[in-house]
C-alpha cells in the first residue's frame, strides 16, 4: 500500500483567545522570533530557519466555545513539543518557567521509549507545551527493531519521578505505589524465614 513520506513535523497552528497574550507567551518565555503578521488576527513564529514552526490564530471574540479550554479526557491535542540543547537547558527552563509563573505540568523527568527529558508547562490557554532533549536518534540506514514497552513508572519516568520540580500526576503516583505493593510481596517470599532454622549442608542427600 503506498503511503505518504512524511520528513519531520512542520508547523501546527494553534486557536488562541488573546493573540497578543499568546505572542509575548511564546517570544518572552519559549523564546520564539516572530516571522510575520496578518493583521492582528495570525502570528507565524519559528526557533530554527523555517519561516514558522507554530502559528497562532485569534478565536473570535463571541465563539461560543470561547472559554471551553483543551481537556485531556478526549480525542485531540495532549501536547507539542521543542528541542532543547540539554539538561543543563532543561533546569535553566525551569527556572524561567517559574519566574514567569507558568503552571508546570510534568517533569523533569525521562521517558523510556525515546530515552528522551521532558519537562511540560502551560501555555495562556491550557495547552501543554513540551520541550525536550536527548532523544534516541534513528538513521535511515540504522538497525532498529520497534519493542512493546510495558505501561510503567519506569516507561514513563526512568527517574520514578525524583527530579521532578512539581508533584507527579496522582494516576501515576497511585501506580507506583501499586508496583510497590505488588514487589513487597515477592521480596517477602524470596527472604528465608528468620524463624526457621538453616538447613545444615551435612544433611542434604
Known amino acids: 500500500m503506498n503511503s505518504l513520506r512524511p520528513k519531520r513535523l512542520g508547523h501546527m497552528v494553534l486557536m488562541v483567545r488573546d493573540i497578543q497574550k499568546s505572542a509575548r507567551f511564546y517570544t518572552d518565555v519559549l523564546g520564539l ?8 488576527q ?6 530554527g530557519s523555517d519561516h514558522h514552526d507554530l502559528a497562532l490564530a485569534q478565536l473570535p471574540k463571541d465563539s461560543a466555545d470561547f472559554d471551553d479550554l483543551p481537556r485531556y479526557s478526549r480525542p485531540g491535542l495532549e501536547h507539542f513539543s521543542y528541542l532543547i540543547d540539554s539538561y ?3 533546569e535553566r527552563s525551569v527556572k524561567v518557567l517559574q519566574e ?3 503552571e508546570i505540568v510534568r517533569g523533569i523527568g525521562r521517558h523510556g521509549p525515546g530515552n528522551n527529558l521532558f519537562l511540560v ?6 495547552n501543554n507545551v513540551e520541550v525536550y532533549c536527548e532523544m534516541t536518534q534513528i538513521g535511515e540506514r540504522d538497525a532498529h527493531e520497534p519493542q512493546v514497552w510495558e505501561r ?7 527517574y520514578r519521578f525524583e527530579r521532578f520540580v512539581v508533584p507527579p500526576p496522582p494516576h501515576l503516583v497511585a501506580q507506583k505505589q501499586a508496583q510497590a505493593s505488588a514487589q513487597k510481596p515477592e521480596q517477602a517470599a524470596a527472604a528465608p524465614d528468620p524463624a526457621e ?3 545444615d549442608p551435612s544433611a542434604r542427600p
Open 33 to 40: 522570533k516572530v516571522s510575520d503578521w496578518i493583521g492582528d
Open 42 to 47: 495570525m502570528v507565524f513564529l519559528r526557533a
Open 88 to 90: 543543563e537547558e532543561m
Open 100 to 102: 514567569h509563573g507558568v
Open 121 to 126: 508547562f502551560k501555555d495562556p490557554d491550557g
Open 152 to 158: 510503567t513508572i519506569e516507561s514513563f519516568d526512568q
Open 197 to 199: 532454622p538453616a538447613s
